[in-house]
T-cell receptor, first 116, second 115 residues
Framework: AQTVTQSQPEMSVQEAETVTLSCTYD???????LFWYKQPPSRQMILVIR??????QNATENRFSVNFQKAAKSFSLKISDSQLGDAAMYFC?????????????FGKGTKLTVNP | DAGVTQSPTHLIKTRGQQVTLRCSPK?????VSWYQQALGQGPQFIFQ???????QRGNFPDRFSGHQFPNYSSELNVNALLLGDSALYLC??????????????FGDGTRLSIL
């Protein structure tokens, strides 16, 4: 069974600084997708960024970027120029790829605090 | 463009009761997945519905059942409620079909409290 591990229960960053959230996963499959979701106190799970395992290039979305190390099964999220609105729970998630189920497997999350 | 909507927002029940939660998928989506998120944990997959059938199920007892209607909306039913069923229940929709790997869009969830 696939597992996702987030080893940092809590992280904090100063406004305008950069922070990196860690995620490791375990799978025997070669075709899969990885995601970072943000969950603010409003509860809605918002997709931040997505990475296809077959792509070597790391995904970027504005201030958000990932460091995808397939051999190490590591998928970290870097937030640059942190803003107060970035404060939330961040979840790393895994999903099997083409033809597979669409079930998401989540980590336990990292609570990010942004200090003014 | 309406996103995923869930009702009710918050629900309080007592042990042994039954509950029904509802979800309307994002416009154009045909697949609905349900997740249970206990306090301080990541969401856990309950089951997924596509073409009105349960396509996959997570490690949840038969007390958890669901349904998908022809308009793609879905219900989650939980019978014989236990204190441990207290959680945030999230609905996610996507454009399904084998090979169509679309990201899932989530609703705001239903907070279920069992007394």
């Amino acid at each position: 069974a696939q597992t996702v591990t987030q080893s940092q229960p809590e992280m904090s960053v100063q406004e305008a600084e950069t922070v990196t959230l860690s995620c490791t996963y375990d799978t025997s499959e070669s075709d899969y997708y990885l995601f970072w979701y943000k969950q603010p106190p409003s509860r809605q799970m918002i997709l931040v960024i997505r990475q296809e395992a077959y792509k070597q290039q790391n995904a970027t979305e504005n201030r958000f970027s990932v460091n995808f190390q397939k051999a190490a099964k590591s998928f970290s999220l870097k937030i640059s120029d942190s803003q107060l609105g970035d404060a939330a729970m961040y979840f790393c998630a895994y999903r099997r790829g083409q033809g597979g189920s669409e079930k998401l497997v989540f980590g336990k999350g990292t609570k990010l605090t942004v200090n003014p | 463009d309406a996103g995923v909507t869930q009702s009710p927002t918050h629900l309080i029940k007592t042990r042994g009761q039954q509950v029904t939660l509802r979800c309307s998928p994002k416009s154009g989506h045909d697949t609905v997945s349900w997740y249970q998120q206990a306090l301080g944990q990541g969401p856990q997959f309950i089951f997924q519905y596509y073409e009105e059938e349960e396509r996959q199920r997570g490690n949840f007892p038969d007390r958890f059942s669901g349904h998908q209607f022809p308009n793609y909306s879905s219900e989650l039913n939980v019978n014989a409620l236990l204190l441990g069923d207290s959680a945030l229940y999230l609905c996610a929709s996507s454009l399904g079909g084998l090979g169509r790997n679309q990201p899932q869009h989530f609703g705001d969830g239903t907070r279920l409290s069992i007394l």
